[in-house]
Every structure is written in C-alpha cells, then in structure tokens.
C-alpha cells in the first residue's frame, strides 16, 4: 500500500531551536545588516567583501549547530508517509536529520555556484573569499537566492503541493513570497496542520493550529497522525 503523501513547508523557526537566528529580527535587520546589503546582487557587485563575510560567517554558525527534535521528529514520519520538505531555510539541518526528499526554494549555505554559470553548483562548507574560482576563473558566489532572483525550484514546489494529501507549515509567517502562495495550490479540502506560536494562516482552509514551537509541535503533530 503506498503512502500517503505529505508535503511539509518549514521556515525559520524550524531551525530556531538549533541555534539559528530567524530570518530578520523585529527592526528589520539580518544580523544587524540591512537585508539589501547582504542579500541583492547589486550589494555583491557593490561590495562583495562583505557580502562573503557575511555568508562565511553564516555558514560557520552553522557548522556548530546540529539538527534539533522537529528535525528528526519530521524524519520518523517518513516511516508513515511520503514526505516531501519545501523549505525556505538555507541550512542544512533536515538533510544531517536524514530526511530524503527536500527542496530547498531559497538556496544552500554548504554549496556555491559560479557567477556565470548557475547550474555549475559546488558543495562549500569552508569560507568563500574572493579569488575563489570555478575552472573557468570565474569568481564563485554563496548558492543563495538573493532578493529580486528567481526562485529556480519554484515550480517543482508547486507540484509537489498540488499533489499533497497533507500539508505541514511548520515556523514560517507565510510571508514571504513567492512562497507564501504555496497553499493556494492544495485542493480545498486537503488538511492542513500548522506549527506556530503564533499562527499565521487564516481560516479559510481546512486547518488545525499547534500553537507550539517546531519541537514541540511536531510531536503534538505525531500523537495526533500516528497514536
């Protein structure tokens, strides 16, 4: 008998536990930086120093945390359904957590890719500085979608979240777009369980609220699908 099929969308609060800072703090600022400082490839072009910095030091905090309960709480589900994660976080922490099917929409820390060449993606977990190259002598940059590129994983998303007979949202705002417009591709009736202290989606759908953080939830979330 074939699974049923699950399609999970986390975001910054699913890694908060591990010790990752959200995306933006309340006053609009990653980690002190204005987003568009850090994160358009107008600021790489402008000032590509601190945009690396940035990424380095990024990728390095996440080199000392691990996968927290939420993490491995979504692998144990695999044992009862298809699983699919659409995440919009850029850490690595579902794959060291050993799920299997994960989309990334907003790109990886532990890889890069050539300025010229997006498809040329390599796997980094060092820093990247300038100088770095591709075989090529072109300058590789963090594999990250910056603000105002293209989401290349989008539309894989959207087929993965037509397809679902389940669908999770576990610590995003569901602001953030495009892939906040990710429900409006469920089917009417398809439930939907959302993971948040404060959650985000209205009533419209067919939902349940877990008022918890990502370890916590998850857990109510596998006592009420399993036990």
Known sequence: ??????????????????????????????????????????????????????????????????????????????????????????????????????????????KVRSIKNENHVLDWSKDLNLGDVDENGNQLRPHIVWFGEQVPEMEKAIELTKDAELLVIIGTSMQVYPAAGLVNYISKNTPIYVIDPVPPISKNYNVTFIKSKAQEGTEHLIKMLID
Do not use: C
Not at 83 to 90: E, K, R, Y
Not at 97 to 108: D, F, N, T, W, Y
């Open 1 to 110: 008998m074939s699974l049923k099929k699950m399609v999970v969308l986390t975001g910054a609060g699913m890694s908060a536990e591990s010790g990752i800072k959200t995306f933006r703090d309340a006053d609009g600022l990653w980690e002190g930086h204005d987003v568009m400082d850090v994160a358009t490839v107008e600021a790489f072009n402008r000032n590509p120093e601190l945009v690396l910095e940035f990424y380095n030091q990024r990728r390095r905090q996440l080199l000392q945390v691990s996968p927290n309960r939420a993490h491995m709480n979504l692998k144990t589900l695999e044992k009862y359904f298809e699983i699919h994660i659409i995440t919009q976080n850029v850490d690595d922490l579902h794959e060291r957590a050993g799920s299997s099917k994960i989309v990334h929409l907003h790109g990886e820390l532990r």
